[in-house]
């Protein structure tokens, strides 16, 4: 009488509704490491060490707790390759009389698990995920009659319902969203936090191996892995935020600086996304800081509004779009994306900083994301598929259900507004307001045209200009088209020639820009 209970590479909690009341006697836990995860986008190498890593030892840690867990390496000579090839094998070696497992994060492996039943003749129960506050249901009444989808009014569903950062029916400190306290540019400060860097335990060192041995060709290095890849670690990288960077988080957390890749950002996205911590519980923690006087309100709500408020809308999101989702391409935006995407080599700083840490970290900031690879993506035309594909293989925390959404819909319009009422585009003066980059940048941030000029200027103009028949009518858009409406024509027209020369040293795959 035995049930079979996969988890999957992201599931790593005991709380998984996957095991919520099973007898551990009676159930058998099948953790698997198969090619077809670790190779369906060329995942950076360390992304796939920390999921590896992470999924070893919670195998342990699910022991301790006294289940019987069949764990499968990548290096099982009989490895099947697939989660459906081996839950096939393991049918085989343990006979079991039903599988129990909890709801995949993407569509793609939806698709597998809602296959198995008919595969394999046996009662195959998907139970929800309840790591996430809005259940798909929930999200489905909350979208119902609206015209528009806002992430603000959703969030402030998700204030009420759990309570957080409320006085009865009343945002704390009388306003829902402090995000205009959210935009000051840091200054560099010895005193800034920086991650604890965990040391690889023989576990993981074996993982690196195996991965160093298998992937060499996928992006990244996995020079100094410092990822936190148990529970444990997990919390003290959480306790560690909560003390030292959480004060000011609101402040900086449209920040950049150049060599500071963290500045007082938590890292927990990883880990809150493969179930190493608890989303719900953190913002709980957040709040107590608040309510203890030890963070200001902009911080706390700040964060919390990243979790309960971005996180969850995008998945609600990404669910309901459904899987055609990622074909969509508002703009008809065709470019190949440039190969400097794989090398941080380019003379743009901004975009040298935040490619090369990404490629040395696997993580990169939010405004990293949008507005610099982002913004540049958008603004050269960058096909929206290829931008996605670039994101989910390269940041530790990527998985479709909130790499899709945000990168598709928030970063690249592909999505015609859903996400966003207007495109994150934007020229080199928010990037200098925003950043030291440009102080150390080969172009100069405040010419237009020349040499020397920084090119996120003429390509947001020309990206404008190109688009304004999709655009033009766009309310928050009027200011910049009135702008270029008014610009005297001899210097519209420098202004596109400058960015189509540019996209055109673009496209010549040996010239350096
Ligand atoms: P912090 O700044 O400390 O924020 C706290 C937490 O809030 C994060 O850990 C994360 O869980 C959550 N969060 C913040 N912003 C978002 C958001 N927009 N959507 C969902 N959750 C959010 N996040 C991912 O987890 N996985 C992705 O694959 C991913 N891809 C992205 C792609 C693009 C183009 C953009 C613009 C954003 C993307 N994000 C993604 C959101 C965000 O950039 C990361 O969550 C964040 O940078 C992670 O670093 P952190 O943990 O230090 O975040
Ligand atoms: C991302 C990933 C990788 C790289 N490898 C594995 C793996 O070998 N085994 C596994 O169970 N999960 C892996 N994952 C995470 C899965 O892709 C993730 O669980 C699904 O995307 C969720 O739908
Ligand atoms: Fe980036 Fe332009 Fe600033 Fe250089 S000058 S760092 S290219 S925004």
Redesign the pocket.
Known sequence: MTILI??????LTPAITSLDGVDAASAVVL????????T?VR?HKK??AF??AA?RHHAERLRGLGWTVDYVP?DDPDNAGS?TGEIARAIERHAPERIIVTE???W???AMLENWETLFGLPVEIRADTRFIASHAAFEAWCEGRKQLRMEYFYREMRRETGLLMNGDEPAGGIWNYDSENRKPAERDLLMPRPIAFRPDATTRAVIALVADRFADHPGTLDTFTFAVTHEEAMRQQRHFLNDALPRFGDYQDAMLSDEPYLWHSTLSPYLNAGLLDPLDLCRKVEARWRDGDVPLNAAEGFIRQIIGWREYVRGIYWREGPDYVRRNFLGAKRALPGFYWSGETDMNCLSQAIGQTLDLAYAHHIQRLMITGNFALLIGADPAQVHQWYLEVYADA???VELPNTLGMSQFGDGGLLGSKPYAASGAYINRMSDYCRRCRYDVKQRTGEDACPFNALYWDFLARNEARLGDNPRLAMPYRTWAKMAAADKRAIRAAAHAFLDRLDEADTRV
């Not at 996969?6 to 599931?11: A, E, K, S, T, V």
């Open positions: 996969p988890i999957l590479g992201d599931q953790m698997m490491e198969v090619a077809d995860e670790t369906y995942h992304k796939i999921i590896l999924m990548l989660f995949a994060g993407e793609r492996v939806a998985y479709e259900w």
